[in-house]
């Protein structure tokens, strides 16, 4: 069904034909700017009129044009690119009738050239004096009304493109994330780690506790899961020989949707051979340092209304420690499951049907009564076996050898000594298999190829998982997840 248009939209299509009648292409071709706006305002945005006046700076540059104040023979415009904005004066006696009858049919939105020589207004404001106007291509849709844009905050997730033409902080992020996703890249390349890729199609759901989504190849006429997580294939590529490996990638997870989680998000997985958790715990403290001092500038970052300082040592704090200190409760202690599942009664910890042993229940006092406080960067280390079943045991064997790492009362990574035990191995993801059928939705299947390629050898090795979305949510300062997301998942438009 044919889009009815507003008259707006329809008072643009009808300049269509005019921009014809003029021999001009209403949606153009190639344009060979030679400038960025913020290259112009950073190199010449201080010098006086009189200096702009005696260079006779050239500058040539494209964008969409955000603002136009006609004035008969003359008019200002502001244009904006990727990085800033400028201001153009257009004199009918400077471009010619011509150019100025194809300005005259510019509506906000359009992408549009300007070639000229600088100028200062009478305002002070540095402007382009314009000598060439090139028509480049039409917008049909008006923008958001310049002062209120995209107020509705699902609009603006839908719409992110329209969003990121009228809202600079977002397109501020769009360009940020990049620049912290290379900082991570150089920072483990200077560690001398290597990048793979591996599949995202997986025939088992493995390396993590999540709800696959699941998709049918019909050549093979089998099922696969989108990867919920990289690991089990990046184990393989260190069993293999790549001593230092790592993957920046996709993860699909059939779970719900708020500010913490989108069903398709972003992680860093790292292994490194004979490393264990302190070798994680260094290169944890390390690359978020590196990012708040390389990409911002500074080792105390704004997150809302806290700031968190990578200046000072992280705090290094066992799960059950961190428990006592808010329950009184010891979990190292000989507490057996009934006397747990009382004690979560008596706290009013959520239980779940799945659960058969007290590891699961102290996860569940961590979850209610420590993470929300855990504002500083802490590591949590020492986890109960049950909740983490591709780690190596501690010397309590009820514990192992994991972390995970919070700031402002989330966690942004997940770290483990990796189990390279292939018996101990089996015996966890039987465990895993077993709460399944008890009707854990999130538990391992048994990935046996994994199990094969562990026979070979793994040599002992720290590994870690980092959300980048999160991480980009912590240095962009936002509190949303589809802020960092450039086109996050979404309802359907009503």
Not at 252 to 281: C, K, V, W
Not at 364 to 388: C, G, M, N, R, W
């Amino acid at each position: 069904m044919e889009e009815k248009l507003n008259d707006q939209e329809q008072a643009r299509v009808d300049k269509l034909a005019k921009y014809e009648e003029l021999g001009i292409d209403p949606f153009g071709s190639r344009y060979d700017w030679k400038d960025r706006l913020c290259d112009i305002r950073r190199e010449y945005g201080d010098l006086s009129a009189e200096e702009i006046e005696a260079k006779q700076v050239r500058v040539k540059a494209a964008g969409r044009l955000m603002a136009i104040r006609r004035m008969g023979k003359a008019s200002f415009v502001n244009l904006q690119d990727e990085y800033g904005t400028i201001q153009g004066w257009i004199g009918i006696n400077i471009v010619g009738e011509f150019d100025y009858s194809v300005f005259k049919l510019a509506d906000l939105g359009d992408i549009v050239g300007l070639e000229g020589i600088l100028m200062k207004s009478r305002t002070g404001e540095l402007t382009i004096r314009v000598e060439k106007y090139t028509h480049i291509c039409k917008c049909l849709k008006p923008l958001p009304e310049k002062f209120h844009g995209l107020t509705d905050t699902e609009d603006r997730y839908r719409h992110r493109y329209v969003d990121m033409i009228v809202n600079e902080d977002s397109r501020h992020i769009a360009i940020l994330r990049p620049r912290i996703v290379k900082e991570i890249r150089d920072y483990c390349d200077s560690l001398g780690f290597v990048e793979v890729e591996t599949p995202v199609l997986d025939p088992v759901a493995g390396g993590a506790a999540a709800r696959p989504f699941i998709t049918h190849h019909n050549a093979l006429d089998k099922d696969f899961h989108l990867r919920i997580a990289t690991e089990l294939n990046l184990k393989k590529a260190m069993i293999g020989g790549i001593d230092r490996v790592y993957e920046i990638g996709r993860i699909f997870r059939n779970e719900g949707i708020d500010t913490r989680h989108n069903p398709e998000f972003t992680t860093i997985e790292l292994y490194q051979a004979y490393g264990d958790l302190q070798s994680m715990r260094e290169w944890t403290e390390g690359l978020f340092k590196d990012i708040a001092t390389k990409v911002l500038g500074t080792e105390k970052v704004r997150w809302g209304d806290i700031e968190i300082d990578f200046s000072k040592p992280f705090r290094w704090i066992s799960m059950a420690e961190a428990i006592k200190e808010k329950t009184g409760i010891d979990f190292t202690q000989d507490i057996s499951f009934e006397e747990a599942v009382r004690l979560a009664k008596e706290h009013k910890v959520p239980l779940e049907k799945s659960w058969n042993s007290t590891g699961y229940i102290m996860q569940a006092f961590f979850d209610e009564f420590v993470e929300k406080d855990l504002i500083q960067p802490t590591f949590i280390h020492t986890y109960p076996i049950e909740v983490s079943p591709l780690t190596k045991k501690g010397p309590d064997p009820r514990f192992v050898e994991r972390f995970e790492f919070f700031i402002g009362g989330f966690e942004f990574g997940n770290a483990y000594s990796e189990l390279n035990n292939p018996f101990d191995q089996m015996e966890r993801f039987q465990a895993q298999l077993a709460a399944k059928n008890r009707g854990d939705e999130e538990a391992n299947d048994i990935d046996h190829t994994f199990m094969d390629a562990m026979r070979y050898g793994m040599p002992p090795a720290g590994g870690i998982g980092v959300g980048i979305d999160r991480l980009c949510m912590l240095f962009c300062n936002v509190q949303n997840i589809r802020e960092v997301i450039l086109f996050p998942t979404m309802k359907d438009e009503k």
